[in-house]
């Protein structure tokens, strides 16, 4: 299993950024995937979640109505679209399969700084 993210960046306040995370390795339609942010000295924050078939996503408060979860089957590709971000926003944003019950494999991460 192999989840390999890309698209971070520094970004300014109120600014737009699209991340991606290229799977291989299993097959993707299987699972639950996955956003999770980790910020400096602090825990990993769930972040959003789309469901195997991509027919539901959940999203937590904090970015809810700013960050869009999707999946591409064709490529096996995840994607989180943030629009409106926010200073606090700033983390390491790692794609995982799986789901609340379970995440068993994340990628290495892709750094986001929102920043003036």
């Known amino acids: 299993v192999q989840l390999v993210e890309s698209g971070g960046g520094l970004v300014q306040p109120g600014g737009s950024l699209r991340l991606s995370c290229a799977a291989s390795?299993?097959?993707?339609?299987?699972?639950?995937m996955t956003w999770v942010r980790q910020s400096p000295g602090k825990g990993p924050e769930w972040v959003s979640t789309?469901?195997?078939?991509?027919?539901?996503?959940w999203y937590a408060d904090s970015v809810k109505g700013r960050f869009t979860i999707s999946k591409d089957d064709a490529k096996n590709t995840l994607r989180l679209e943030m629009k409106s971000l926010k200073p606090e926003d700033t983390a390491l944003y790692y794609c995982?399969?799986?789901?609340?019950?379970?995440?068993?494999?994340w990628g290495q991460g892709t750094q986001i700084t929102v920043s003036s």
């Open positions: 789309i469901s195997n078939a991509g027919i539901s996503s």
């Open positions: 390795g299993f097959t993707f339609t299987d699972y639950d």
């Open positions: 995982v399969r799986g789901d609340y019950r379970l995440y068993d494999y």
